[in-house]
Structures are given as structure tokens and as C-alpha cells.
């Protein structure tokens, strides 16, 4: 934060002293056994030992010194080396098929025009998507700066958000925000509890825990990769879909619990220790740096970029689907309604043509965004810009 300007932020005379400045083992220096407590207590009020246990210089690339925060480091960066390894390649292969099929079959037919959709959303899964796509996107233009605060584009966008301080006020805004937002998930969860079972929840046709059918399905898309073979039939989600899900949610309690830590040190100190701190700052970085490049590259590829929804498939934002559409996307669940006779009571008249412009308009301008952070996440790593 001072890099980007901050004049809040602890400096050397701060801890160190400034005319004063003796060796830590020196009886004399502040950060001398309980001194240390008393020189932290000067800016966070009720700062106990926890508190000052807290290592302010760790070096977490140094596993010599610091070696379990170089091991949670390299943590990181095999899952993330993992992660976009795989997806990166599962969305190259999906891109080439897809041209292959185009060049075979010609352009994804549109949907025909129709006075009555397939309901696929409920509205509480739509606004629970919305408070997704602001409290993530405000999170990761907040947050960013701060992770890549010695580049110059972090600054210029500090700068555009109305400075250090500001992100920081802004961070803690959507943060809560996002709070809110597993507030209402949870409360969808529970409302399908209440009408439906445990059972059918966990291993039903719409669940969202992966199940066999959703390893079949990977096997058939691999097929259909690489040997032309017919498409698997879906039913409500597919693989790709859940694991979007559980990552987000493996993904929101580690930056979310980290990120409570880091805003309430005092509090989490009275029973925490010191180097807890040192990991929550690793943790919340790079957490969130691997959910901000999946989100904006391979989910957007997955759920629009592909070339039969580009340039934005609408069915989160308007909770419908055309009813071709429906039965070609989700083969498995259509043929399955259909021989429950349960589809009629899903179709609901077509929403107006102005909802698929907004939601045109909102997700390019999404990816817009999210495509220009990824450029700029890839160009930092690289040490360009």
C-alpha cells in the first residue's frame, strides 16, 4: 500500500524506532520481547503475543528461512500449473472439435423462434449469479493493485478507483458483499432441502455433487475430441459446471476466511498464532490470483466463448432456454422430463427481445474487463509490464 501511495501504512521508524534503533536482542530495542507487544499496540490497539508474532519481512520464496511458506507457496503454483494445464488443454481441444464440427456441419443452428422457453433458472440462482459477477469483479479490481503493487498498471488502476485507500474501502464493501452472496446461496440450498430430499439433493439428476455419470461424460468428451465421436448426452449440469461450483466454493471459504483474518487481526490473534497471519497473506493472494484466472479465461471460454453460444450465452441472466436448444444441450435431462411428462410445466413464455441485448451488452463488457486483468496478470508474470 505504500508503493501505491498509502501514507497509512507502518514504516521502518514505525517498529524499528528512528534515533533509537538497537539489535531485537538488545534489552533496550522495541521489538524486544514484550517490548515487541507494546511497539504493535501503538497502531492495533489490544495486540497480544499472537499478534506480534507476526513476521512483517517473511520472505516466502525463501524455503531456507521460511520453509513452510515456501511450501505453501509451491503449493500454489502446482495447483495453478495443474489447473490451467489441464483446463487450458480441454478448452484448446474443445476449440479445435468445434471449428472441425463448423467445417464438417456448418454454423450451430440458432434456435427458431418461439412463443414459449424451458425455465432452467430459478430467481434466486439469478440474483445469486449477479451478486457473483459484482462482488467478484469489484473484489478483483480492488484486490489486484495490492498483489502486483510494483507494476505500474497497478497504481493507474488504484489511481482509477480513487486511490489505495479507496481500494481498500471498496474491497471490504464487496467482501461483505460477498458474504451476502453465500447468505442467499445458502438459503436456496435450503429452501430445495425443504421441498425435496437429502438423497435427491446429493445424488439426483440435478445435483451438483459429481457423480459417475459425470466421469462418463469427461470420457465421452474425449472422445468426441479427438476421435469425432458422438457428443455425451447432459443432463442438468455437467462436469465442467460443477467443478466451476466446488471450486468457487472451495474458493470463497480460503478467501474469505483469509481475508476476515487480514481484516480483523486483533481479533483472530487472541487465539491464533503469529505466523498464521504470514500464511493467511499467501493463501489470500494466490487463491484469489488462481480464481481471477480460471473465472476470465476458462469459464468464459466455457460458457460463452465456445462457438455455438458465442458471443454470450444469456440463459444465467434471462433463466431460460429455447426449447431446441434445451433438448440439444441437455439430451439426457429432455428425453428424462419428457417421459415424466414434467417438461410442459417448465416452459414459460419467451422473455423479450431486450433481455438477450442486455445480456449481450453486460457480458462483453465482462469479458472485456476480465480479458485485459488476464493480459496484464500474464504480462506482470512475465516481467514486461
Not at 520472505?59 to 487450458?88: A, K
Not at 443432463?235 to 481475508?259: L, N, R, S
Not at 491464533?272 to 493463501?283: Q, R, T
Request: proline fraction near 5%; charged fraction near 20%.
Amino acid at each position: 500500500v505504500t508503493r501505491l501511495g498509502s501514507d497509512r501504512a507502518a514504516r521502518c521508524s514505525d517498529c524499528h524506532g528512528a534515533h533509537d534503533i538497537r539489535p531485537s536482542d538488545d534489552p533496550a530495542s522495541r521489538l524486544y520481547g514484550l517490548n515487541r507487544i507494546e511497539t504493535c499496540a501503538k497502531c492495533h490497539p489490544g495486540a497480544n503475543a499472537n499478534f506480534a508474532a507476526f513476521h512483517p519481512h517473511a520472505d516466502f520464496r525463501d524455503g531456507s528461512r521460511f520453509p513452510l511458506l515456501n511450501g505453501i507457496w509451491w503449493y500454489f503454483i502446482v495447483l495453478m500449473s495443474v489447473t490451467f494445464s489441464f483446463w487450458g488443454l480441454h478448452t484448446a481441444a474443445w476449440f479445435v472439435r468445434s471449428i472441425v464440427e463448423r467445417i464438417k456441419h456448418g454454423p450451430h443452428p440458432k434456435p427458431r423462434p418461439a412463443a414459449y422457453a424451458i425455465a432452467r433458472f430459478k430467481l434466486i440462482d439469478r440474483v445469486n449469479h449477479a451478486l457473483i459477477i459484482i462482488t467478484f469483479f469489484g473484489l478483483t479490481l480492488t484486490g489486484m493493485p495490492l498483489f502486483f503493487s510494483d507494476k505500474p498498471w497497478a497504481a493507474m488502476l488504484a489511481g482509477a478507483l480513487g486511490g489505495v485507500q479507496a481500494c481498500g474501502v471498496l474491497h471490504r464493501v464487496f467482501a461483505v458483499m460477498l458474504i451476502g452472496n453465500v447468505v442467499v446461496h445458502l438459503f436456496g440450498l435450503l429452501n430445495r432441502a425443504r421441498r425435496t430430499s437429502i438423497p435427491n439433493i446429493i445424488s439426483g439428476p440435478n445435483s451438483m455433487v459429481p457423480l459417475w455419470k459425470d466421469v462418463q461424460d469427461f470420457k465421452g468428451m474425449l472422445a468426441w475430441f479427438f476421435r469425432g465421436k458422438a457428443k455425451p448426452r447432459f443432463d442438468h449440469f455437467t462436469y465442467w459446471e460443477k467443478f466451476d461450483y466446488w471450486a468457487e466454493v472451495f474458493g470463497t471459504a480460503v478467501i474469505g476466511g483469509t481475508g476476515l483474518m487480514l481484516w480483523f487481526p486483533e481479533l483472530f490473534a487472541r487465539f491464533m498464532p503469529g505466523w498464521m497471519f504470514n500464511v493467511a497473506v499467501i493463501v489470500h493472494g494466490y487463491e484469489a490470483l488462481l480464481a481471477v484466472g480460471f473465472i476470465f479465461s476458462i469459464h468464459f471460454f466455457n460458457a460463452h466463448l465456445r462457438l455455438e453460444k458465442f458471443p454470450v450465452d444469456d440463459v444465467i441472466f434471462t433463466g431460460q432456454l429455447p426449447e431446441d436448444e434445451f433438448a440439444h444441450e441437455r439430451g439426457e435431462e429432455y428425453d428424462r422430463l419428457k417421459a415424466a411428462g414434467t417438461l410442459e410445466t417448465l416452459r414459460v413464455p419467451t422473455r423479450p427481445a431486450h433481455y438477450r441485448v442486455l445480456a449481450v451488452l453486460g457480458g462483453l463488457l465482462a469479458m472485456l474487463v476480465g480479458s485485459a486483468m488476464v493480459l496484464l496478470i500474464i504480462l506482470a508474470g512475465l516481467g514486461i509490464v
